[in-house]
């Protein structure tokens, strides 16, 4: 399918300014951090980046507002987050245009990823009034046993480039409404976005009289995130991002005592089962494999297919990966935008020189689109690589839309084949046998955070817990009771009889 012609630079930048002013934000200005668009891959604006001065005085400003945040009754704390959910409807465009012009989402997604965080505004709305304890029965007569959830203290959200603002909302929205307050440090690569953010926030802060210190942003490099990291003030860092980065600051914060909750790489896969259905299969991978070109934590990366069925579905895909729309993230039909930044493009191209070295077959894909029109972006084409087994280069995430073909014989290689790497984010099965269904998601089954029926690895919605085991990093967000990760548990005993009892019947002078 032919690419369409890329908006100029100067036309993107324009887009983004009006986003930006609808939002409140006149300019950026400043400079230390500059803003690009992967659409043409070249630099839109000059930014502030945060000093590390700044970003101490962040923390102090926070770990202020929570004494009186955290003596907020939750529901008062909940209109915050609805007036935030308003201001995300009302700018749902907008913020959507700053994703795709930072991040190259295709409209579809980038307006998908707004109404997730319109999703989990709601969802923490209703939380601010179900931030249950429990009692439990004492053994002890005239003695009440309780368990209650308290505010934690100032959690640092650091965030990835792929998802700028939905992860935000994930964290802030629950944190929030259980009376923490957050320090953000986005990824460097999508300042704007978290300036629209964090504005229609502060907004929200006045509107809702609440103190707008709940929340500061600090832009800037990993440099900046360090700091976060290192600060004893900052009781919780929920971190996404790269294992590497995971394996960098979870020993740092376990060093000093401190919680964090790990978001990390994945390396998902989906079962092609002969009972499958095949159309709705094929929907399901090509969206999970090529969507948001390959850059979801979720997006699908290997295929483990039962070996009769393997040439008609590798065909069937070969086939709808030519049809592909790649190109202009903005124009209507577009389905596969560009990679993020050249470096990326590199990591694609040395993972299937990689993959053909260790005896796979590329069948469709890998090569560059646009080089002429945009020199400096990286539109790419998805690959489908066949391979012989699960080799070194299958085993690690590469961030870009390969999909490797492997095949089994039977149901438990399958599962065996789906377990056998680092990571364990998602997992799907593609299967009208209920007893491979059932047994993919039981105990002896998947071992990743997702594991999904006749859906494929991407695409969650808000109201389970995400994340995922094993190098993907163990932590959960967003709904279910994912909150609790961001309070304080205390358990209380209260006498209330006129007697010292002593539990386990111990007897004391
Ligand atoms: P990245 O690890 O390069 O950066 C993520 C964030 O961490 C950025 O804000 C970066 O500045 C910061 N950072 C990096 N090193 C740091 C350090 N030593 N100290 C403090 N901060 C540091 O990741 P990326 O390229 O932006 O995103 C892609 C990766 O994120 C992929 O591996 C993807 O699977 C993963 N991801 C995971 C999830 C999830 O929920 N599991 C969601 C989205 C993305």
């Not at 046993?145 to 909302?169: K, M, R």
């Not at 070969?318 to 592909?324: E, F």
């Not at 391979?387 to 089994?408: G, K, S, W």
């Not at 994340?467 to 993907?472: C, F, I, L, Q």
Request: aromatic letters at 6%.
């Amino acid at each position: 399918m032919s690419d369409n012609t890329l908006l100029s630079t100067d036309a993107i930048r324009e887009r983004a300014l009006s986003a930006l002013r609808r939002v409140g934000i006149t300019a950026p200005e400043g400079t230390g951090l500059t803003a690009r668009t992967p659409i043409t891959g070249r630099p839109l604006f000059e930014l502030a980046a945060t000093t590390a001065e700044q970003a101490e005085q962040a923390v102090t400003a926070a770990q202020t507002a929570f004494r009186t945040w955290r003596t907020t009754p939750a529901p008062v704390r909940g209109e915050l987050v609805r007036r935030l959910g308003d201001l995300l409807r009302e700018h749902k465009d907008d913020l959507a245009d700053l994703i795709t012009v930072e991040v190259g989402k295709i409209r579809s997604e980038a307006l998908g990823e707004i109404q997730e965080m319109i999703d989990i505004c709601d969802f923490a709305v209703g939380l601010s009034r179900q931030l249950y304890g429990r009692t439990i029965a004492s053994e002890r007569p005239g003695h009440r046993l309780a368990e209650t959830w308290h505010p934690l203290g100032v959690v640092g959200v650091i965030s990835a480039f792929n998802f700028p603002a939905a992860v935000w909302s994930w964290n802030t929205a629950i944190a929030l409404v259980c009376g923490d307050t957050v320090v953000w440090k986005p990824s460097e690569l999508t300042p704007l976005i978290s300036l629209a953010c964090s504005h229609l926030l502060d907004r929200a802060a006045v509107e809702a009289d609440a103190p707008r210190e709940v929340h500061r942003l600090l832009l800037g490099n990993r440099g900046i995130g360090e700091k976060l990291v290192d600060d004893p003030r900052v009781a919780l860092i929920s971190a996404t991002g790269s294992t590497r980065m995971g394996r960098e600051i979870g020993p740092r914060v376990a060093a000093r005592f401190g919680r964090s909750l790990l978001e990390l790489g994945g390396n998902n896969a989906s079962i092609v089962a002969p009972s499958a259905d095949l159309e709705l299969a094929l929907h399901g991978i090509v969206f999970a494999a090529a969507g948001t070109a390959g850059q979801r934590c979720t997006t699908l990366r290997r295929l483990i297919v039962q070996r009769d069925l393997a040439d008609e579905v590798v065909d069937r895909l070969t086939a709808a990966y030519r049809k592909l729309p790649i190109g202009d993230p903005f124009a209507d039909g577009t389905l596969v935008g560009p990679l993020i930044t050249a470096a990326a493009a590199e990591g694609m191209r040395h993972a299937l020189a990689r993959a053909e070295a260790e005896g796979g077959k590329v069948l469709v894909g890998g090569g560059r689109r646009l080089a002429d029109e945009a020199p400096d972006a990286a539109y790419v084409e998805p690959a489908l690589v066949r391979m012989p087994e699960q080799t070194a280069v299958v085993r690690e995430e590469t961030f870009a839309p390969i999909l490797y073909v492997l095949t089994y014989d039977d149901f438990d290689e399958a599962i065996a084949l789906n377990n056998a790497v680092p990571q364990g984010l998602s997992s799907s099965v593609f299967t009208r046998d209920q007893q491979e269904a059932e047994r993919f998601v039981a105990a002896d089954g998947s071992d990743c955070g997702i594991s999904n029926v006749n859906i494929g690895t991407s695409g969650a919605e808000i109201g389970g817990a995400f994340g995922g085991e094993k190098e993907t990093g163990g932590g959960r967000e967003s709904g279910s009771d994912a909150w609790r990760a961001y309070m304080r548990r205390a358990t209380t005993t209260v006498n209330y009889s006129s007697r010292l009892t002593l539990a386990q019947n111990v007897s004391f002078l």
